[in-house]
C-alpha cells in the first residue's frame, strides 16, 4: 500500500471538517457582530431614556451580576462547552476546530 492509499479515505473527512468548521466560525462571527450591534443599540436606547427622567438604571447592580461572565476562567469554560458541542461525535473534529478557528479570524 502506498502512502496516499493510507491516508485517502481521511482526505474527504479532513477536507469536510474544515470546511463545515471554517463556515460555522463565520457564521459565529457573523451572528455576533449582529449582537454586538443590538446590545449597543439597547444602551443606547437605554441612556437616552434614563436621560430624560422615564427609567433609572443601577449600573453598579448591573456590573455586578455580568462581571462574572467575563472571568477568564468563565469564558474558556464557555469556549470549551462549544467546542464540545460542535464536534460531538465527529471524526473530523480536529479539522472542524481548526476551520472554526480560521472562520472566527477571516469572518
Do not use: C, H
Amino acid at each position: 500500500m502506498t502512502d496516499v492509499e493510507l491516508i485517502q479515505p481521511y482526505i474527504g473527512q479532513l477536507t469536510f471538517g474544515g470546511v463545515a468548521g471554517f463556515a460555522t466560525g463565520y457564521a459565529i462571527k457573523t451572528v455576533g457582530r449582529w449582537v454586538a450591534i443590538f446590545l449597543g443599540i439597547i444602551f443606547i436606547v437605554v441612556q437616552v431614556l434614563a436621560s430624560l427622567g422615564y427609567l433609572s438604571v443601577d449600573w453598579t447592580r448591573v456590573q455586578r451580576d455580568v462581571e462574572p461572565y467575563f472571568r477568564n476562567d468563565s469564558l474558556q469554560n464557555i469556549w470549551k462547552s462549544l467546542v464540545a458541542l460542535l464536534t460531538n461525535n465527529l471524526p473530523f473534529g480536529g479539522a472542524f476546530v481548526v476551520g472554526l478557528l480560521l472562520g472566527l479570524r477571516r469572518g
